[in-house]
């Protein structure tokens, strides 16, 4: 909503509507035409061929338990059976874990709810999405980081024009006191300007 605000402020007329996907089917949803730009913690990958925004929130992948699980840290993943979502970078720091059995989902909803009903001994997602479950009191948050990272805005190959106005309303908005606000708001990791 603000990058739009700061783009409409730059003598564009832009207007947004959010469409709801599984993050796997985005990037499809990119090459044939049905959404401009993809938003959902996009994480850099060169096997994504995809225009790539600048990065506008520092992230992590980080691992999730029930509360109450003997699983105490990082280090004591190795072996178990994890969950992460279907063609996100957790699933790759999932599957760096030495011989852990590695289930991939599609929605981070499926994924909580597995781990919940003890399906899965941890979950590996970002650490966005694992604040946001451990403030529910079913889950924890084990401490350090699998893999550090850093989000970006996707638009469809080719389409450098959209992302160089992206580019420049990111540059706006990290530059504005909204932006660490925001990020103050929901304990996000912002990017320095």
């Known amino acids: 909503k603000e990058l739009v605000k700061i783009m409409n402020k730059n003598g564009g007329n832009y207007?947004?509507?959010f469409k709801a996907l599984s993050f796997d089917a985005i990037s499809s949803s990119l090459t044939s035409d049905q959404v401009d730009l993809?938003?959902?913690?996009f994480t850099y990958s060169e096997d994504r061929?995809?225009?790539?925004?600048?990065?506008?929130?520092?992230?992590?992948?980080?691992?999730?338990?029930p509360n109450g699980s003997d699983i105490t840290s990082v280090d004591q993943l190795e072996g178990k059976s994890l969950v992460a979502q279907?063609?996100?970078?957790g699933e790759k720091a999932a599957k760096d874990v030495k011989d852990a059995q590695v289930t991939g989902l599609k929605n981070v909803q499926d994924i909580m709810?597995?781990?919940?009903?003890?399906?899965?001994?941890?979950?590996?997602?970002?650490?966005?999405v694992a604040k946001q479950y451990a403030q529910s009191?079913?889950?924890t948050t084990l401490d350090g980081s699998l893999l550090d990272e850093k989000n970006y805005i996707i638009a469809k190959e080719g389409n450098k024009e959209m992302i160089d106005k992206v580019n420049k309303a990111i540059e706006a908005f990290i530059a504005?006191?909204?932006y660490k606000k925001l990020c103050d708001k929901y304990d996000l990791t912002p990017i320095e300007g």
């Not at 709810?113 to 966005?128: I, K």
């Open 38 to 41: 993809g938003i959902s913690g």
């Open 176 to 178: 504005s006191d909204d």
């Open 137 to 139: 009191g079913q889950f």
């Open 86 to 89: 279907t063609g996100a970078t």
């Open 113 to 128: 709810n597995a781990l919940s009903a003890n399906q899965y001994d941890a979950a590996v997602v970002d650490s966005g």
């Open 15 to 17: 207007s947004y509507k």
């Open 49 to 65: 061929k995809v225009e790539w925004s600048e990065p506008y929130l520092g992230s992590s992948q980080v691992a999730v338990v």
